[in-house]
């Protein structure tokens, strides 16, 4: 097995036919279908089922699928900061969760610690992307928060990962409104008086991921629930509809907001605890250590 092959089944996997896929691959179709019977035959499982309306995968497929995206993660890494000519650049990735602040920590890292060469990377995401970029070190760091209604599956989840937790702080509940919403002027709110507007939250993917929300009081049921995975659009959501979300209270300039956003808090509290997760015995990089020490300027301001 080679990772060659790998990369074959990946792109095929991601592809609507054989045909297509060579294509991507600049092989021929005869030479690729070659190739894949070859790792078939020596992995004994079946990865592809093939009929006249293309291919698809089969369980084991699934399930090897899985395996192969780490792999060749893997080998993609070491490719890049060993096998690489250019070995004098400087790497860092961060995962996170929708968190504004940890994206002008991130700005402010690359500022100040300032190389000729570089290839930083910012992913924001999904939790469980979070959680599985830092597992496969395709992340050097993850940012990360869970609150009372998530704690106990996520701390689950950084054991099963082999990761560690390391806390920074703890923030209050707050609604975000836009300026002009019929609520903006008030100190605080309840739920129950926002429920005649929709709650905008970001896209899990699965209403059964309920324990995996970065917002605060997941678990709730909403009367008006909009998902979005983008945080212009949830923007314009708020905006246009009365919407409001649910986040920290940590207000940073933010091109996307332009200011048009303020927070009231909420009556109804369930505390976040925001950190950052690292893999086991992992040693953080001068520059992942000089971002964290830009996370933890947010917590010192009190903001």
């Not at 395709?138 to 950084?158: C, P």
Request: glycine fraction near 6%; hydrophobic fraction near 35%; charge should be negative.
């Amino acid at each position: 097995m080679t990772i060659l092959q790998l990369k074959y089944v990946l792109a095929i996997a991601s592809s609507s036919s054989m045909r297509e896929a060579a294509s991507k691959l600049f092989v021929s179709q005869p030479a690729l279908s070659a190739t894949i019977h070859e790792l078939e035959e020596e992995l004994g499982i079946r990865i592809f089922e093939r009929n006249n309306k293309g291919i698809s995968l089969t369980q084991q497929g699934r399930e090897f699928l899985v395996y192969a995206k780490q792999a060749v993660s893997q080998y993609e890494i070491i490719e890049d900061r060993y096998i690489e000519k250019d070995k004098n650049r400087k790497h860092f990735s961060v995962s996170m969760q929708h968190y504004v602040f940890a994206v002008h920590a991130f700005v402010e890292t690359v500022k100040d610690f300032g190389t000729d060469r570089y290839v930083y990377s910012v992913h924001e995401t999904r939790t469980d992307e979070v959680l599985t970029n830092v597992r496969d070190l395709h992340s050097e760091i993850g940012i990360i928060a869970y609150s009372g209604s998530n704690e106990t599956i996520l701390k689950k989840l950084f054991r099963e990962y082999g990761l560690v937790f390391h806390p920074i702080m703890v923030r209050d509940t707050y609604a975000y409104v836009w300026e002009d919403h019929p609520l903006a002027g008030r100190e605080e709110v309840s739920l129950e008086e926002l429920k005649e507007y929709p709650c905008v939250s970001f896209d899990q993917s699965s209403d059964k991921d309920f324990y995996l929300s970065e917002e605060a009081l997941g678990d709730r049921e909403y009367e008006k629930l909009i998902r979005s995975n983008d945080r212009a659009t949830s923007a314009e959501i708020m905006a246009k509809l009365n919407g409001y979300s649910i986040g920290t209270g940590i207000m940073t300039e933010s091109v996307t907001l332009k200011d048009g956003v303020v927070t009231i808090k909420l009556k109804e509290q369930d505390p976040l605890t925001i950190g950052y997760i690292t893999r086991k015995d992992h040693i953080l990089s001068d520059i992942g250590t000089r971002y964290i020490s830009e996370l933890e300027k947010y917590n010192k301001k009190g903001l």
